[in-house]
């Protein structure tokens, strides 16, 4: 197969609009509800959130249910500094209004603890706290874990657990004429009408926002070259 047929055969993929959402998700302090991770175990666990859900109360409420309404799942996960930032691809578009409107922010993690330890005395407290903890003298510190899914919360056990950065990765997926197989490929052409289609062909009379649908990458970046032909250009 030639160089110029597995280009055209690219300008087939659907492009998805990726609608990306960073939160602060959990760190090594004290938290609200009386119980911290060790930096270790939260390193260990890091890979455990990729894949998982978030989730709020269905019917788009917030709190944490047994069974809540997807809205996302995690792609990234990282801790920078004793903290874990999360990205999750946000798929449900009532949820993106909700984060870009400001009305949701607060996150909480639910996770299965698999070591805890008491940390006045040092005890196992897997199976239920001692009476340190139970008595306000010590706390629960959780040596082994695993992240089950995080929740949008009015009020988060971690301060600090909320949404950092939204960012909409892709441009969404528009279908437009496709050239046939045999169409001859010359880049400059291609370039030069699609130039003349968006107002120019100088650059200060090019309409960008109409120019870039024509491109996989933003003309920000002068690298990007045309996989789609816009209408009425072909």
């Known amino acids: 197969m030639s160089l110029r047929e597995l280009c055209f055969q690219a300008s087939l993929n659907s492009l998805r609009a990726g609608r990306l959402a960073t939160f602060y998700i959990i ?3 004290l938290n609200r509800n009386g119980w911290r991770v060790t930096d270790e175990a939260l390193e260990r666990a890091l890979p455990t959130l990729l894949g998982k859900p978030l989730g709020c109360v269905p019917g788009y409420g917030v709190n944490h249910v047994a069974e809540p309404q997807i809205v996302g799942h995690f792609i990234t996960a990282e801790k920078p500094d004793g903290y874990l930032l999360a ?6 578009p009532t949820a993106w209004e909700k984060l870009q409107s400001g009305e949701w922010g607060p996150v909480s993690v639910v996770i299965k603890a698999h070591k805890v330890r008491c940390s006045l005395c040092g005890a196992d407290v897997t199976s239920g706290p001692d009476e340190h903890i139970l008595n306000g003298e010590g706390h629960q510190v959780v040596e082994g874990f695993t992240f089950e899914r995080v929740d949008f919360v009015s009020n988060p056990a971690y301060p600090s657990a909320r949404l950092i950065t939204l960012k909409a990765a892709v441009v969404p997926y528009e279908e437009t004429p496709k050239a046939p197989m045999d169409y001859p ?4 052409e291609a370039e030069r009408r699609i ?9 200060e009379d090019i309409d960008w926002s109409r120019y870039r649908r024509a491109f996989s990458i933003s003309p920000a970046n002068p690298g990007g070259r045309s996989l789609l032909t816009p209408p009425g250009i072909m």
């Open 27 to 29: 760190d090594t302090a």
């Open 87 to 92: 990205t999750a691809e946000i798929t449900d």
């Open 185 to 188: 490929w010359d880049a400059d």
């Open 195 to 203: 130039r003349l289609w968006a107002g120019g062909p100088e650059k």
